[in-house]
């Protein structure tokens, strides 16, 4: 399993189908919850790779790009206001 203990935090590493790296924080001290997070990692990886399916979104992170992509519009601080 690829979690391991960095100070009091849990840390996942493992590699997707595709060949692709991933390592990052699991933010979490219980290593029941960095295990559940690692698996869901995992299975979402795989689903995207085999499967084909698109990777989920949420609306935050919509909006936060959106607002990037658009931030040369001049009704920008409305536009945000209405998000």
């Known amino acids: 399993m ?4 960095r100070g009091s935090i849990w840390w996942i590493d493992f590699t997707t189908p595709s060949g692709e790296r991933v390592r ?5 001290e219980s290593k029941a919850d960095a295990t559940e997070f690692h698996d869901r990692l995992m299975a979402e990886a795989w689903r995207q790779q085999k499967l084909d399916e698109a ?3 949420s609306w935050n992170d ?3 790009r959106w607002c990037k992509e658009q931030s040369h519009k001049a009704t920008a ?3 945000k206001a209405k998000l």
């Open 55 to 57: 990777p989920r979104r």
């Open 2 to 5: 690829g979690i391991r203990k």
């Open 62 to 64: 919509a909006v936060v």
């Open 24 to 28: 990052r924080s699991a933010e979490t």
């Open 77 to 79: 601080e409305e536009d």
